[in-house]
Nanobody, 123 residues
Framework: QVQLVESGGGLVQAGGSLRLSCIAS????????MGWFRQAPGKEREFVTA???????YYADSVKGRFTISRDSAKNTVYLQMDSLKPEDTAVYSC?????????????????WGQGTQVTVSS
């Protein structure tokens, strides 16, 4: 059982930046694909970004060029750097881990989920 704990959320003005962190309890973390998803009020959870075992990254079109995912395997941590934030980025952001191979952009690929952290972008 992998436990994931997110941190770094908060309130920021439009155009600002935040960095989210997700710490995994599992020492084999580096073997997993890691993803970030978000859910805004009244909306479905949606894919934001993912990084797979090879280091390849994937981004939703809405965040491409503004968000960056990275991982530090020595710290069992994956990061989400969010720049040029917009009010429409407001959501609860959750990290997720996938121990087996599957489409990295698909929600069903991921088995383990964190509790999420709130990101609020004011206009």
């Amino acid at each position: 059982q992998v436990q994931l704990v997110e941190s770094g959320g908060g309130l920021v003005q439009a155009g600002g930046s935040l960095r989210l962190s997700c710490i995994a309890s599992e020492r084999t973390f580096s073997r997993y694909a890691m993803g970030w998803f978000r859910q805004a009020p009244g909306k479905e959870r949606e894919f934001v970004t993912a990084i797979i075992r090879s280091g390849s990254t994937y981004y939703a079109d809405s965040v491409k060029g503004r968000f960056t995912i990275s991982r530090d395997s020595a710290k069992n941590t994956v990061y989400l750097q969010m720049d040029s934030l917009k009010p429409e980025d407001t959501a609860v952001y959750s990290c997720a881990a996938a121990p087996t191979v599957g489409p990295p952009t698909r929600l069903s690929t991921y088995v383990y989920w964190g509790q999420g952290t709130q990101v609020t972008v004011s206009s």
